[in-house]
């Protein structure tokens, strides 16, 4: 069963979902290939305000796309570029754009970060938690990396081939975690961790 406010989804008919799909937004893992290459910045956060009918005019519409490259960290002068002229967590600031112009209540954030380098991955976090701040936005965050889920989670559900072995609190689950896929998680993690610390990492041979 999957529910939204109370409300269970499945079964709903697509004219049904479209008002719903405007609280629910998703930004996807690769910044690189979830935007068109043919469509410029502008023309690519416009499309959902137009879907749903939001904006009278082109200006009032404008005036949306502005603000929501700004509250990104973009330069709304830059809107009638194309997704190539710009690095890949600019683009993934852009997708995060093209959601939050509709205003939602929920975003999914499927591994937004797994295809950025460290110090942007950096950037982008800190970017959600100031939008989550600001906005009240509920995140569902699909992720492999611990030190994201630790920095933006509040709830936790471990998944292993599908299926929930371990949910509850993010603070419970980092210091005390009880099931053994967890607890072998947190151990890979803690390894890489020292790795990248540059002590001796045990698992590497």
Request: negative net charge.
């Amino acid at each position: 069963m999957i529910q939204f406010e109370g409300r269970e989804l499945q079964g709903l008919s697509s004219r049904t979902l479209r008002p719903l799909r405007r609280e629910m937004q998703i930004v996807f893992q690769d910044p690189f290939g979830s935007l068109s290459p043919r469509l410029s910045v502008r023309q690519i956060v416009e499309e959902g305000l137009r879907v749903h009918g939001i904006g009278r005019t082109s200006a009032e519409r404008q005036e949306l796309i502005e603000q929501a490259l700004s509250e990104v960290g973009l330069d709304p002068d830059t809107c009638d570029r194309y997704p190539h002229e710009f690095s890949g967590g600019q683009r993934q600031r852009i997708a995060v754009a093209r959601a939050l112009v509709l205003r939602p209540r929920l975003l999914v954030l499927d591994e937004p970060t797994s295809a950025l380098d460290m110090s942007v991955q950096a950037q982008i976090v800190e970017l959600l938690r100031e939008l989550q701040a600001r906005h009240n936005l509920a995140y569902l965050f699909i992720s492999h990396d611990l030190k994201v889920i630790r920095a933006l989670a509040d709830e936790i559900i471990v998944l292993q081939a599908g299926r929930v072995v371990e949910q509850g609190p993010a603070a419970l689950i980092f210091e005390r975690p009880t099931h053994p896929y967890t607890k072998a998680l947190m151990a890979a993690a803690l390894r890489l961790e020292t790795a990248e610390d540059g002590e001796p990492n045990p698992a590497v041979i």
